[in-house]
């Protein structure tokens, strides 16, 4: 029997996964990021453990364990863990891709619809009862239909975006390392470079994972090369946009506007951000569906099992440790 620690409390199908082998649960007390001090003493207990995205999992976590069976990660995002370090110690990680792709894809396009159509301004006048009643000017928004959508990471989150833009007959542009034929045959969609995607496109929809290559990918020099009429979506990570850069140029009305889940210093937004009303500002909840989250609990405990029990789990991250 084995202990696993949980670094927050999850949908409760994760525990019943690890209780239901037998193994111990350990959910950390509090309802919050967990500080550093108890994340490490936590780990130097645990057999395995399931981390949120907001745990660095980095060498001295991973020294911090003593016989660490794997570190399971309760998202698809694993920017916040060490895969060289782990790798070179020999110790499995696990992401959970697959199960949040439908409900994130759905969240861009939320988003999307929100700061287009002027949603959060409009429900914030209709609440205050200063609507003076029906205007011919009044929230005048970007329109979608037919308009160019561009895919930046054309991996399953983007791609799910994508396929939904049947019904709005949106021409759509893509960048990826490699080509998406399953884009380009169902939508013809054409694979571009980022440069002709900013300039073209009238939605920028960021699906990209955080990484060196991507830290700033838009910044000033991005805004400036889209149209004055384009909107930016971000459901994917925070610091793949420069989020100072981003409010002056929202503000200065470079870009139209922007729908963002994911922030560079989270839970913090840069100064300024939320003063503007050409955002629109959720807080990291793209994930937050029910079958999504509990995929993702159930999944994490399913990677947790086979570490347990020194097989590859399911969406490893380094499945060179098991060669
Ligand atoms: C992820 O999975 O990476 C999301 O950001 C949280 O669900």
Redesign the pocket.
Known sequence: MAQVFVTRKLPEVAEKVLRGAGHTVIVAGQDGPLPRDEFISGVARADAVITL?TDKVDGEAMDAAGSIKGFA??????DNMDVAAATKRGIPLS??PGV?TGA?AEMAWALLFAVSRRLVESDTIMRSGRWPGWGPMQFIGGDVGGRTLGIVGAGRIGTAMALKSRGFEMPVLYTDESRNETLERELGARKVDLDTLLAESDYVSVHVPLMPSTRHLFGTKAFQRMKNTAYLIN???GAVINEAELVQALRERVIAGAGL??YEFEPKMVAGLAELDNVVITP?T???TED??NG?AELAARNVLAMLEGREPETCLNPEVFQ
């Open positions: 995205l990660n309760y998202a698809v995002g694993f992401n959970t949040l994130t459901t994917a990570r889940d994911v990291h793209a994930s937050a999504s989250r993702m």
